[in-house]
């Protein structure tokens, strides 16, 4: 149990942090290229059912 604590709560941290980063630095609907035809960041929501706003 102790394990799933030490790797489960850094993570939920990361992932909170990183989608702070997101919505503060990429406009929505406005990609962030990062590597030219690989790899784009795009801040977009998800409107449906299954974790939706």
Do not use: C, E
Not at 3 to 17: E, G, K, N, R, T
Not at 27 to 35: C, G, K
């Amino acid at each position: 149990m102790k394990f799933i604590l030490f790797v489960s709560l850094p993570l939920y941290a990361l992932d909170q942090w990183t989608k702070q980063m997101v919505t503060r630095f990429i406009d929505p609907d406005q990609p962030r290229i990062l590597i030219a035809g690989f790899f784009n960041l795009v801040n977009v929501t998800n409107t449906g059912a299954a974790f939706g706003s």
